[in-house]
């Protein structure tokens, strides 16, 4: 456990309707990324942060945004949900002791309908 | 396209014996290697990580590196019921990124 917890963990929503996951560290970490995960294309980056307002896109971006306010939370939103964006997201910090070490919060099952 | 490739399996190995688990990467500047353990309906765990060529072993798991061939590794030996689970590879370069492959689906037979 890294000391990540994110909200909601399952969430059912309709086609065009705004979605945000909320990422909560407890651990001071400088990074924090926000991943999907779908069958067949394994976890894809769709942003991070590395640090408070500190922001850039991964490979997956189009149709979300994210903001991080606060060292402590890295919020992604979907502005207006589509069925594509079905997934389970993953949220991950840096780990404190070796180089480019990743760690991942219990995921957030995301249905839009 | 930064790309990590995975036989997606699934492996099926006897309880007891050695499981082979391998990775290629495209980008010859990665510098950091990873191995994360996923068990369905969970998120990813990390079980190694491996920056310099050879091997490293941690209890059961050796993670193997060879950066000329482009090639990671991970062996468990006395493969236990409780180490079926998708095994995902994962490469990072210098930009605190890392770029995953699909997983392989390991599968212990008891």
């Known amino acids: 456990d890294a000391g990540i917890t994110q909200s909601p963990r399952h969430k059912v929503t309709e086609t065009g309707t705004p979605v945000t996951l909320r990422c909560h560290q407890t651990e001071n970490h400088r990074y924090m990324y926000w991943y999907r995960q779908d069958p067949g294309h394994g976890l894809r980056l769709i942003h991070y942060s590395y640090g408070v307002k500190d922001t850039d896109k991964g490979e997956v971006s189009d149709g979300y945004s994210v903001s991080r306010s606060k060292t402590e939370d890295f919020l992604l939103t979907l502005e207006s949900a589509t069925s594509s964006q079905t997934s389970v997201y993953f949220c991950?910090?840096?780990?404190?002791?070796?180089?480019?070490?990743?760690?991942f919060g219990p995921g957030t099952r995301l249905t839009v309908l | 396209q930064k790309e990590v490739e995975q036989n997606s399996g699934p492996l099926s190995v006897p309880e007891g014996a050695i499981a082979s688990l391998n990775c290629t990467y495209s980008?010859?500047?990665?510098?950091?290697f990873f191995w994360y353990r996923q068990y369905s309906g969970k998120s990813p765990e990390l079980i190694m990580s491996?920056?310099?060529?050879g091997d490293k072993e941690d209890g059961r798991f050796t993670a193997q590196l060879n950066k000329a061939s482009q090639y990671v590794s991970l062996l468990i030996r006395d493969s236990q019921p409780s180490d079926s689970a998708t095994y995902l590879c994962a490469a990072g370069g210098g930009n605190e990124k890392l770029t995953f492959g699909t997983g392989t689906r390991l599968t212990i037979i008891p």
């Open positions: 491996i920056y310099s060529n």
């Open positions: 991950a910090t840096e780990g404190q002791d070796s180089y480019n070490e990743q760690f």
């Open positions: 980008d010859r500047g990665s510098q950091s």
